[in-house]
């Protein structure tokens, strides 16, 4: 016996099933999510006009009209909805210049999916946890395909590297199974001392600042700081960033600077416009070069000499290598090969770029949390003295990590300020989303993790500072299986940093809470930059005191 299944008023598409040999509606709705391309084919409900909802499959074998398939009660399959258009701008004055805020108003107001076009380019955002779960998950329905003019990492295209390939290039199987044992937890705990050496070498520089009672602009020495950690930890070069107050940014983090405006600028252009010999394309090829010749010196300094192959199937190899590019330069598959060249220096961009204005951005919102949510700072430093700081102590990866409030408020802020928003896939088909919505094939979907980490459907209290919400056990993994804590991404795709990132993060605030109070010192409202990449605190400062006095230990 035959049923004819359609989608409702978005596809004339009807399609006949012979269900003699459906026995339940389990086995129904698989056949039917593959048929129709639904990423969760528990989701579907079967609706027709003249009985409503047919809850079971006799209802649907027995209907006279076409079975209407849905994926909610809200109603029939639908493209996500959006504010109006104007001409050639789109919708850029609904988003700019306060794009996260403006994300939350548009959810609030069209729901938990929305298409957004701004200046040409057709973006769908989400703030549901769930859709965000599919979104993430590379496989038959998503994949990230920075190829794609409307993916927000287009300008960047280097298809040799993570962060900035396609999930399809070549390039990623193969850098895939060399960089990701370089910056394990266990590679991590064996950098540590590099990153406590740089969080230290901030110290002149602070005890100089209180002297001359002048406050800092948190971001800029963030910015220093990362670059600083990264530096040391990837490819074993101290960038001296904390030579004296006003030190400026070392020449590979401008030539990066540089290299990320121009690469920008032009890619907004017609294509012809990249290659003409002069101006702003000349300009851009002359800025790469210099700056893989620069990460180029680098890598070939850092490998230690004569240094034997370190084997990929060891997990103990990277306690044998100085820093990640020295591990990566060494390290050799199953067959005895290694990354090749090209790959390798990309992969060496890719970290270094990857990693320090996400870091920067996290540990300036860590410090903006410390000084604007009351009692927080008071807390860390009680947590530091009680695991044994004493100004001398050298942190290790696992004491760190075993400092439970340290690493709520690490959390904590990631959730209320997550530098990340911008984490993008395309579509490789049409696919139905949980809550019906209909995405087409080749659509670029954000997850908007600034907003997911608050939706208020999902999160207590969400715009409140709580770092004791994560301290019911196995609270963050479930947050995390639920797609509604993914301040990494998730899935093939997702942050191959983050032990760094967290280590950094907790190393620096270790060592700067014990030694110094901060104050906020901001003369107005802290505004973030909605043109950067991550977001990040434009005029948050702070005032560094030393400390003369500590709390005694809890008993
Ligand atoms: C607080 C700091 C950090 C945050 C919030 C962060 C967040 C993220 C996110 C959300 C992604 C996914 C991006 C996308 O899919 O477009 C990502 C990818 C990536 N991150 Fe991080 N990251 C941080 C630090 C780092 C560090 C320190 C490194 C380097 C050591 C790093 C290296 C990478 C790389 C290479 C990828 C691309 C992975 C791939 O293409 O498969 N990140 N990160």
């Known amino acids: 016996m035959y049923q004819k299944f359609h989608l409702?008023?978005?596809?004339?598409?009807?399609?006949?099933?012979?269900?003699?040999?459906?026995?339940?509606?389990?086995?129904?709705?698989?056949?039917?999510?593959?048929?129709?391309?639904?990423?969760?084919?528990?989701?579907?409900?079967?609706?027709?006009?003249?009985?409503?909802?047919?809850?079971?499959?006799?209802?649907?074998?027995?209907?006279?009209?076409?079975?209407?398939?849905?994926?909610?009660?809200?109603?029939?399959?639908?493209?996500?909805?959006?504010?109006?258009?104007?001409?050639?701008?789109?919708?850029?004055?609904?988003?700019?210049?306060d794009p996260l805020g403006n994300y939350d108003r548009l959810f609030a107001r069209y729901g938990a999916m929305i298409k957004t076009v701004n200046m040409g380019t057709t973006i769908y955002h989400t703030n549901d946890p769930e859709i965000s779960r599919h979104v993430l998950r590379e496989g038959e329905f998503f994949t990230k395909t920075t190829s794609d003019p409307q993916h927000p990492?287009?300008?960047?295209?280097?298809?040799?590297?993570?962060?900035?390939?396609?999930?399809?290039?070549?390039?990623?199987?193969?850098?895939?199974?060399?960089?990701?044992?370089?910056?394990?937890?266990?590679?991590?705990?064996?950098?540590?001392?590099?990153?406590?050496?740089?969080?230290?070498?901030?110290?002149?520089?602070?005890?100089?600042?209180?002297?001359?009672?002048?406050?800092?602009?948190?971001?800029?020495?963030?910015?220093?700081?990362?670059?600083?950690?990264?530096?040391r930890v990837v490819v074993g070069q101290d960038l001296q960033h904390f030579r004296a107050v006003n030190t400026p940014p070392a020449l590979p983090i401008r030539l990066f600077g540089q290299y990320l405006h121009l690469m920008k600028k032009v890619s907004l252009r017609p294509r012809w416009y990249g290659k003409l010999p002069f101006g702003e394309p000349a300009s851009l090829r002359a800025v790469h070069d210099q700056l893989w010749a620069e990460i180029d010196r680098a890598l070939k300094e850092c490998v230690t000499p004569g240094g034997e192959p370190l084997p990929l199937s060891d997990p103990a190899a990277s306690l044998r290598a100085s820093c990640v590019a020295d591990y990566l330069c060494r390290a050799r598959d199953e067959k005895g090969q290694g990354l090749p060249r090209p790959v390798l220096l990309a992969n060496t961009v890719a970290l270094l770029g990857a990693g320090?204005?996400?870091?920067?951005?996290?540990?300036?919102?860590?410090?903006?949390?410390?000084?604007?949510?009351?009692?927080?700072?008071?807390?860390?430093?009680?947590?530091?003295?009680?695991?044994?700081?004493?100004?001398?102590?050298?942190w290790t990866?696992?004491?760190?990590?075993?400092?439970?409030?340290?690493?709520?408020?690490?959390?904590?802020?990631?959730?209320?300020?997550?530098p990340s928003f911008q984490t993008a896939r395309s579509a490789r088909k049409d696919v139905i989303l949980p809550g019906g919505y209909l995405?087409?094939?080749?659509?670029?979907?954000?997850?908007?993790?600034?907003?997911?980490?608050?939706n208020p459907a999902h999160w207590d209290n969400p715009l409140r500072f709580d770092p004791d919400r994560w301290a019911a056990e196995g609270f963050a993994a479930q947050a995390a299986r639920k797609g509604l804590y993914t301040p990494f991404a998730a899935g093939k795709r997702g942050c191959v940093g983050f032990n760094l990132a967290l280590a950094e993060v907790k190393m620096v605030l270790a060592e700067l809470v014990y030694r110094y109070s901060f104050e906020d010192a901001s003369p107005e409202a802290v505004v973030y930059d909605p043109e950067f990449l991550v977001t990040r605190p434009l005029n948050f400062y702070a005032s560094a005191t030393r400390r003369t006095q500590w709390p005694e230990k809890s008993s």
């Open 356 to 394: 320090f204005t996400t870091s920067a951005s996290l540990l300036s919102w860590a410090l903006y949390a410390l000084v604007r949510y009351p009692g927080n700072q008071e807390r860390l430093l009680q947590e530091l003295v009680d695991h044994g700081a004493d100004g001398e102590k050298e």
């Open 153 to 231: 990492l287009y300008y960047l295209g280097d298809q040799d590297a993570l962060f900035t390939c396609d999930s399809s290039s070549p390039a990623f199987a193969i850098s895939h199974k060399f960089v990701p044992p370089a910056l394990s937890p266990r590679a991590m705990a064996h950098h540590a001392p590099l990153i406590r050496s740089a969080a230290r070498d901030m110290f002149p520089v602070l005890d100089e600042l209180q002297q001359k009672d002048l406050a800092f602009n948190v971001y800029q020495y963030m910015f220093k700081m990362g670059g600083q950690v990264i530096w």
């Open 397 to 418: 990866y696992d004491e760190l990590h075993g400092m439970k409030f340290l690493d709520r408020f690490v959390k904590e802020t990631q959730r209320l300020h997550s």
């Open 8 to 97: 409702g008023a978005v596809d004339a598409h009807c399609l006949s099933l012979d269900l003699s040999a459906v026995d339940t509606l389990q086995q129904l709705r698989a056949t039917l999510g593959k048929l129709f391309s639904f990423a969760d084919p528990e989701s579907i409900q079967f609706f027709s006009p003249e009985a409503g909802t047919l809850p079971s499959l006799e209802a649907v074998k027995s209907s006279r009209a076409p079975v209407e398939l849905r994926a909610s009660q809200d109603g029939p399959i639908r493209t996500p909805p959006g504010p109006r258009e104007l001409p050639v701008v789109g919708n850029h004055y609904e988003l700019y210049p």
């Open 439 to 454: 995405i087409p094939g080749g659509s670029v979907v954000i997850s908007c993790f600034p907003s997911v980490f608050k």
